[in-house]
């Protein structure tokens, strides 16, 4: 079966232009395409008109040199690529919690520092306790 790990994405845009544009680009990628990635990211739209996708997955082998793990994180890549190369506004962070108890990972970045209060404010890492008898 292999090592698991509990993995969620987010991404933060300033707009639904923005994230239309990011998004088009984004699912022109083959691995994207490949394994119908976009479909798994879900939107959401807030009442701000900021635009939020996040991605959740349990139980998945989670290795950088998977195809579909570098089309998940390829998100994030992109939207750094339109904030320099178009000064597009974004947040992206990422939680991946691993089998191991010291195999975790929080991430967020914002370059402009305003919409990581997006993530902080609804995506944390909280380990718990099930008992399964």
Do not use: C
Not at 61 to 83: I, P, T
């Amino acid at each position: 079966m292999g090592y698991m790990s509990k993995v969620a994405f987010m991404a933060v845009f300033a707009n639904a232009e923005q994230h239309d544009e990011v998004m088009a680009v984004y699912r022109m990628k083959p691995e994207v395409q490949e394994h119908k990635i976009e479909a798994t990211w879900r939107r959401v739209d807030r009442s701000d008109g900021v635009v939020v996708r996040v991605y959740e997955a349990s139980n998945v082998k989670w290795y950088d040199s998977y195809s579909d793990v570098q089309a998940v994180e390829y998100l994030g890549e992109l939207l750094e690529m339109f904030f320099e190369e178009r000064g597009f506004e974004y947040a992206w962070g990422n939680v991946r919690i691993g089998e191991n108890t010291d195999d975790t990972v929080e991430t967020v970045h914002a370059p402009q520092g305003s919409l990581d209060e997006v993530i902080y404010a609804t995506m944390r890492l909280v380990r718990s306790i099930e008992i399964d008898i």
